[in-house]
């Protein structure tokens, strides 16, 4: 809301002051000051429009209309007043018939004694400390390549010819702080003040931004720079740069809050007064265009655009009121719907409490049951450690069988070698005749499948052939049909087949309807089984990754390089052999790096990633040389790094020694990998902690450690991963790849000691989830096995229902016998024609197919004798195979039937201990199970241990029928009353809370309308205060000022009539009590009347910056001199702000001139480029 005002319910309002802020004064004074609001955003409503109303004077009678001479000259003065429109409620309510206006001559006297009071106050002009443009510089703007002009704190002169850019200024500092171009009255859009030839202009404005209440002083410091820049495409952007040119931020909003929060007002018509508006407003406008120009630029517009917004949101509000009060209603009915069902439920108390004791009884005989499986369970496992001592003892007596068997097992092996040699080449021979043998049989197959279907063709139709003979002879039979009876017979047997056919009909819907249910049980199973299946092929790929990586790790053992490219060796190789290079390459680096906690390998391998292969050269020239050798050996995964050549010093740039770090937990045989390491990874300052609750209270509890910027620990939840928080809060995963081996120097022992480990835990969890997977499978197969059970039923049905609909059929047949019997004989002979002759075409086609079959049955023959011949051969070699195979089985047979055995025991003696495992676990769990059924129950009798027994010889099915019963009784209760007990009450809650808040809403709804009226009642009442003090300032502030120069007139403010005139008489020595229009002035007198008239409204407005364009371009000199003092004294008197005054006349000699004022000369923007050149 722009303005200040008493109670502060909207609007923003600056917290600069105007010079009037300290006089004080009967009546209550607003000013305006800053021109934003949000109201103003919304879409404007149509507003209720009342009944015209005349405008009287305080002694009730109509007002006289006079024209002015301006209007006498334009015509105006012969045609009638139009009738004034019809006023809103808002206009109304605002105006107040302007009964506030009815009192200007005692507001006059009031506002010159003020006047004459502050003369004899006013002391020396002081300088603002922020709020005040200190610079303007333009680049390719309008017709200037570059425009720079520095500005003073107070009164500022810019002179200069026409073209030297003087009118530019005030354009730039409109269009730089958020004007718009319209505004500026001197182009409709951005684009056109771009410079002929350039395609960008930027525009630049500095403003004073000191003392204590600076905009965001400890960001931008002690001055704003608010630079545009816009281009010939129409894009438009801001900066707002601190007093240093650092760029805080782009947002146009930016500029919004700096320019309202110091109240320039660049919009303002009167604030920036531009040259057509000067000329305008001086010398060329109406009375109508000046009130215009008068309430704009004292924001009572504004204000009234604001407050007529409030109006229009509170018609809404008050709109809102019957539709909330219904709602109320409403909620009033459902509220004691809900308490006539809660009474209902009463009865059902006494139902519940003898379910609570049964419950009891049924809960302690579970806890009965529990403690019997407990004891069997037991017993179990007392036999399981009987049989494994046992199978122990047996165990020792195998294991000293086995010695001297294993000998005689290799003689044989070397002749079964040779014989597989010559089986694999006669081998290949085999399959190339089993491929060609398989290729014609299939073919020989084929041409079976095509005779047998033109046989199984040629007996359908001979089959058809013969009915259709039948039927023809039984046709010619029925010819001479018997009587009625027999008709009747067969309705009655139709009848009876097709209730047969609907019975059997509504048992299969029956059926289908059924299947969904169990399709979707199906299919929850299957859903379940995919989840544990899929978590089970995880955990089995995790263990293979690691048994992997185990059996990597054992045969990498002593090989080096076996965690690097396979070319790797050969690389180091050449580059040792190598002259070119300047310095030797080092590389790669994990060759250099020994690492002392190798439970961190798998972590700080994959921190470390392609780095670990890399190597370190000296030079451009090195890189090349080396970066050929990898193209040459197809070396992809080593980087190549140019070291720096000053090596780093780590003195107060590590933790701690608490803590142990990356660089503390490895031992670096080069310096110069050492630093590159630093570089790249910062393993100076990533702290290793093992436990992951420890790193974060480290991390994130307090401020993390002195030069810390990262830890790692690993994770709690997934073994041999890791974590890695961040100093911002933030964790990431480290997933180590487990098919790379260790490239650090490690011991090998160690690295698979630990990964055997992760695998033990791991099958732990694997076991876990394979019993899970057994029990789902066993639920999925019992709901398929309901599915199919359901859908044979479907089919059994099925075909009970053919069979009917074929009896329905017959019966229908039977019944046709009756009636069209020679159409059918002649039917039956047509069809019998067809049928003979499709006949004789699949006999010919059948006896092509028997010839065809012949010859390739020869060809299958020849490929089969191949493949015998072939075959013989190869079983010649096998039974060469078997004599060496057999002499091998015979030499170990004894040894291999021990060692069976014994692993027969070993595998025994396994399942025992798991077993034993098992039932210790069982019984551990049964155990549990027990204590906390018991502990349950005990909680629910409210800690009392006491056991509630049930009578004896009464059984758990028992209790719990009983049980059922009296749920069934209270449920029946329930469904009388519409729900459970919880349902019903909760409703009735809910029922009472929206009651409860709908009432709520509507007296909020009301006391906000009653505070929205009041506030709109007390701003407006400040509006009219506001408006007649306006006036009457502005009143007597021109008369003082025509006084200046012995001038005589007066302000002729009209707010009804929404007009503004003025009347001066230049003539002291004239004794009329009226003036003179302005229409007979001369050209000076009208423009000092006009300065006059805008320094008089100046004094009503609040903005720090005041602009005028060519305020004297139609004076002579003597009043140029007068308006010129009059401009200087009137800066001089408002205190903290500054002014802009543009003429193309010289003001040197001037006796007012002081150091408060500076004069800014502008050469001729082509007078400057002359210069440069």
Known sequence: MPGRTSDGLTGRSSRKRGPRDDV???????????????????????????????????DGTERDYTPSDDEADDGEAARPTPKTPPKSQYELMRDNNFEHLRHEVVDDQRATQRLRARTGLMGENAIAENGIIESVTCVNFMCHVRLHCELGPLLNFIVGENGSGKSAILTAITLCLGGKASSTNRGGSLKSFVKEGCERAILTVKIKNRGQDAYKHDIFGDSVIVERSFTKSGASGFKVKSAQGEVISTKKQEVDELVEYYALQVDNPLNILSQD??????????????????????????????????????????????????????????????????????????????????????????????????????????????????????????????????????????????????????????????????????????????????????????????????????????????????????????????????????????????????????EAAQQALAETDATLKGKRQEMSNIENAIRDLERGQGDVWSAYERNIPQLVKMIATDARFETKPIGPLGRHVRLLKPEWSAILEQTFGK?????????????????????????????????????????????????????????????????????????????????????????????PPRNVEACLAFHDGKRGEGLRLGKNISTTPVRPNLHQKPRMKTPAETQVAIR????????????????????????????????????????????????AQKAQDKCEEDLDKFEGSDDRLRNYQERLAEVESQREHLGTQFGELSLRKEEKAAEVAEAKSKVDELSVMLKDLEARYKKYEEKKTSASGVRALTVAEKNNTVAKQAELAEAKRRYEEKVKRQELRAQERIASVVALQNGCEERVHPPEGVSYETLEKQYEDICALIERIKNKAGGNEQEIYAILAKATEEYKRAAAELEDTKAINRRMREALTFRLEKWRKF???????????????????????????????????????????????????????????????SICLLLAIWEAMGSPLRCLDEFDVFMDNVNRAISTNMLITAARRSVNRQYIFITPNAIEGRTSLGRDVKIIRLTDPRQRTLADH
């Open 24 to 58: 004080n004064d009967d009546a209550d004074v607003v000013e305006a000051q800053s021109s934003s609001s949000t109201l103003r955003t919304e879409k404007r409503k149509r507003v209720r429009l009342s009944d015209a109303v005349d405008v009287r004077g305080e």
């Open 277 to 522: 508006n000067a000329r305008q407003f001086l010398n060329a406008s109406t009375k109508a265009q000046k009130y215009k120009f008068f309430i704009e630029g004292v924001q009572l517009q504004q204000l009234d655009n604001d407050y007529r917004l409030i109006a229009e949101n509170l018609e809404q509000m008050v709109a809102k009121v019957p539709d909330q009060e219904e709602y109320v209603k409403y909620t009033r009915a459902q509220l004691d719907k809900a308490q006539r069902r809660a009474k209902e439920l009463e009865g059902a108390q006494a139902l519940r409490e003898k379910g609570g004791t049964l419950r009891l009884q049924i809960l302690w005989k579970q806890v009965e049951m529990e403690e019997d499986e407990v004891r069997k369970r037991a017993e179990a496992l007392q036999q399981v450690e009987i049989a494994l001592a046992q199978a122990q003892h047996t165990l020792e007596e195998q294991s000293r069988q086995i010695g001297a068997l294993e000998e005689k097992i290799e003689k044989a092996q070397e002749g079964m070698e040779r014989v597989q040699e010559d089986q694999k080449e006669l081998g290949k021979e085999l399959d190339m005749a089993n491929e060609v043998y398989a290729k014609r049989y299939q073919e020989h197959q084929e041409l079976l499948r095509q005779e047998r279907s033109a046989h199984e063709a040629l007996r359908d139709q001979e089959r058809e052939r013969k009915d259709l003979k039948q039927r023809i002879a039984k046709e010619e039979e029925r010819l001479a049909a018997t009587t009625g009876p027999e008709h009747a017979a067969a309705l009655r047997r139709l009848e009876e087949a097709k209730d047969a056919v609907k019975s059997l009909e509504n048992a299969i819907q029956e059926n289908k309807g059924r299947m969904p249910e169990l399709k979707a049980n199906e």
């Open 611 to 703: 780095n670990l292969n890399a190597f370190i050269v000296a030079s451009k020239r090195d890189e090349k040389i080396l970066h050929d050798m990898m193209q040459q050996l197809n070396i992809r995964n080593s980087p190549i790094i140019i070291r720096s050549s000053h090596s780093l010093n780590l003195t107060g740039k590590e933790p701690d020694p608490e803590y142990d770090t990356i660089l503390r937990a490895l031992e670096i045989d080069s310096q110069i990998v050492r630093d590159q390491l630093i570089i790249n990874h910062g393993i100076e300052q990533v702290i290793l902690v093992p436990d992951r609750v420890r790193a974060q209270q480290i991390m994130f509890e307090d401020a």
């Open 756 to 803: 055997k480990e992760s695998l033990q835990h791991i099958r732990a969890e694997f076991q876990q989830v394979e019993a899970e997977h057994r029990r789902r499978q066993q639920d999925y197969q019992r709901c398929r096995a309901a599915v199919e059970q359901l859908d044979k039923d479907r089919k059994r049905l099925e075909g009970r229902l053919r069979e």
């Open 1027 to 1089: 408006q007649r003090y306006i006036s009457s300032q502005s009143r007597a502030n021109f008369i003082y000022l025509l006084s200046e120069r012995g001038f005589r007139g007066k302000l002729l403010l009209d707010h009804e009539a929404k007009s503004l005139d003025l009347v001066v008489e230049p003539d002291r020595t004239e004794k009329r009590a009226a003036g003179r229009s302005t229409k007979t002035l001369s050209g000076g007198e009208k423009s000092f009347a």
